[in-house]
């Protein structure tokens, strides 16, 4: 069960101390499955675990920055683990606190920033290849959101029509890839936008701890559709079947986490309605 927030800040604070960092206060910069957050006045982002994470199990801190070390080292566009302190990961009162060096930039908002974003993220995949670590699949987040979804512990305050409805479309979708040709190869694993950052120098990929193996269009898909052609041969197709696939699953991470905050709650029920309004049939049939 996730910590609280306050718990989480005070865990952040406390390594800051024991690193060097001094007293600090936490700037929130993103609630999510982590908790990110500035120590002010440190140039350094915490990244706080304490709970597990829903869209890859096996995923950890310390593979985030092994991933993110191997990245700096081949120059990509990418944030980098703190290098004036000890980047972790460190364990304090049941969270797993990882540092990062601060960027400074703005949220990635407009069609040009997303085009933008799409010729990082080219670089990132070209920094991935050869990386000497083993990768998970894509598929462990299908893993995931399928252990939420037919679990009568998890994701409670998702209704049984719903979790009928999702149930079923989940199975329906992924008959659907088993009939696709995959070609796997190292991706960023969670390229939303919302994991841009627009900086004076370009666009900074951050979150690093979906990097798996899997088809290029898993990454595409998250993209908006105006910048899925700077991508040359993906398969359309498997484009949109995949990018509803992301769509249940963030739905049902978030159903999983509903309490977390109003944005979590927005985001749960967005996707929901969105794979409704798509599969209109399905839902009525439930």
């Not at 009928?164 to 979708?173: K, N, R, S, T």
């Not at 008959?175 to 900074?204: F, M, W, Y």
């Amino acid at each position: 069960m996730r910590k609280s927030l306050e718990t989480e800040l005070a865990a952040a604070r406390t390594v800051a101390a024991r690193v060097g960092l001094g007293d600090t206060q936490p700037q929130i910069l993103k609630l999510a499955h982590h908790t990110t957050v500035r120590l002010s006045p440190a140039a350094v982002v915490a990244r706080i675990q304490s709970a597990g994470n829903f869209d890859s199990d096996q995923s950890s801190p310390a593979r985030e920055l092994t991933v993110a070390s191997y990245l700096a080292s081949r120059g990509a566009p990418t944030v980098r683990p703190a290098s004036n302190v000890d980047a972790g990961p460190h364990l304090e009162n049941g969270c797993t606190i990882t540092l990062w060096e601060f960027v400074v930039g703005r949220s990635a908002n407009t069609d040009a920033d997303a085009l933008i974003g799409a010729r990082a993220l080219h670089l990132v995949h070209e920094a991935l290849n050869g990386i000497p670590s083993e990768l998970p699949s894509f598929t462990v987040a299908f893993d995931s959101c399928e252990r939420i979804l037919f679990s009568q512990t998890e994701a409670r305050m998702l209704n049984s029509s719903d979790r009928a409805f999702l149930q079923a479309l989940y199975a329906e979708l992924r008959e659907k890839l088993s009939h696709h040709q995959l070609n796997c190869r190292p991706l960023h694993g969670d390229a939303h936008l919302g994991n841009v950052l627009i900086t004076a120098s370009g666009a900074i990929w951050m979150d690093l701890d979906d990097v798996c193996s899997g088809p290029l269009e898993w990454d595409v898909a998250t993209l908006p559709s105006g910048a899925w052609s700077e991508f040359d041969g993906i398969d359309r197709d498997l484009t949109r079947l995949l990018a509803d696939l992301r769509s249940l699953c963030v739905s049902v991470w978030c159903w999983a986490d509903f309490e977390r905050n109003a944005e979590v709650r927005e985001a749960a029920n967005h996707h929901l309605e969105e794979l409704k309004a798509r599969f209109s049939q399905r839902a009525r049939l439930v």
